[in-house]
């Protein structure tokens, strides 16, 4: 984990398994690597990258409010495949926040993902490792077949078990739930 937090901090771009599919991470203020990364998974420009985090307290670094709607899901559902949209806070890059100005971000469960959010302790993304439209890495020499020498570093944790992608949702202002992606949490 040594080598990736270096990584991280220097602005490049690591892959790690999570729960369910290899991801692509860099550091969430990285304004170098965010932009590499983005030119890499030719990812469309209205797509942000959402992040994961350590636990709760790490999201002050990144989030403005978080509503007890919210917390309620944090409580219930993290560390889990639970992605929550929140109001992001003002600086932060356009690559990760979108155009209505929120952040998607989750605490992974137990994964390579959440030992990695917890000893770098700051957030990173956790984009598909994958270039858009195909199919999600589930092993360590897919993302070598997609990425080859363009990523800095693998974290090989062997194959993943696939499955569903966290569920998306964005807690209303008035209350209530929009599910934005259904996946692996079934909130209904």
């Known amino acids: 984990m040594e080598c990736a937090l270096k990584y991280l901090r220097e602005g490049k771009i690591i892959s790690y398994p999570t729960e369910t599919f290899y ?12 932009k590499r990364l983005w030119e890499l998974k030719k990812r469309p420009r209205d797509k942000p990258f959402p992040l994961i985090a350590a636990d709760v307290n790490q999201l002050g670094i990144i989030v403005n409010v978080i509503g007890p709607e919210a917390m309620a899901l944090i409580e219930k559902y993290w560390p889990g495949p639970l992605t929550i949209l929140f109001r992001a806070r003002a600086g ?47 092993d360590a020499q897919t993302v070598m077949d997609y990425f080859g020498d363009s990523i800095d570093m693998i974290i090989d944790g062997g194959k993943t078990p696939g499955g569903p992608p966290s569920t998306i949702v964005e807690v209303l202002h008035g209350g209530g739930i929009n599910v934005i992606r259904p996946g692996a949490v079934n909130l209904s």
């Open 23 to 34: 991801a692509l991470g860099v550091a969430c203020d990285s304004a170098e690597g965010l």
């Open 92 to 138: 932060l890059s356009p690559y990760i926040t979108s155009a209505a100005g929120t952040v998607a971000v989750r605490v992974p469960g137990g994964s390579t993902a959440l030992a990695l959010a917890r000893y770098v302790r700051f957030p990173v993304t956790s984009t598909s490792a994958n270039i858009s439209n195909n199919p999600p890495a589930d």
